[in-house]
């Protein structure tokens, strides 16, 4: 998987940013084993992916 750059705060807007890690889907993944792989929640996946028809080769963002 390939990894963003950690968490950031900007002093002049007040902003911080999440770091995340970019996973592309492979043969045999479901939603299950990469929330188990990553330790995260379906709600939190759910906060920055849309989960309907996942197939293999679509990029899923996974907040760290």
Excluded: A, F, H, Q
């Amino acid at each position: 998987p390939k990894k963003e750059e950690e968490k950031i705060y900007n002093e002049e807007t007040n902003e911080t940013y999440k770091s995340y890690t970019v996973y592309i889907v492979r043969e045999n993944d479901d939603i299950e084993k990469i929330i188990k792989k990553y330790e995260i929640t379906k709600e939190e996946l759910e906060k920055y992916n849309s989960l309907e028809n996942i197939k293999i080769g679509d990029k899923i963002i996974i907040p760290c």
